[in-house]
């Protein structure tokens, strides 16, 4: 992360990213401009496909849970769950 801000810093880089991870990057020199009318996008948590632990398994699960739940909010938005957990 400490590169990234150089780089932005630096004049060199710009970061698209959510809002909570804007708000860690802030910097005097730096600026936040919120992009408000952007199509909201699909996301996606990298696992390994052997990693058994039940912590990272529970997480895929309240994740999927979550998203389907977001879904259902937003009848506009479509198919955001795939994959396997």
Do not use: K, Y
Request: proline share 6%.
């Amino acid at each position: 992360m400490d590169e990234g801000i150089w780089l932005i810093a630096s004049g060199r880089a710009i970061c698209v990213g959510p809002q909570s991870v804007a708000e860690t990057l802030l910097r005097p020199g730096l600026v936040i401009v919120p992009i408000s009318d952007a199509e909201p996008v699909t996301i996606a948590i990298a696992r390994r496909i052997d990693d058994q632990r039940a912590s990272v398994r529970a997480f895929g699960h309240l994740a999927r849970a979550h998203i389907r739940s977001m879904d259902a909010q937003r009848p506009t938005r479509g198919g955001g769950v795939t994959g396997r957990v």
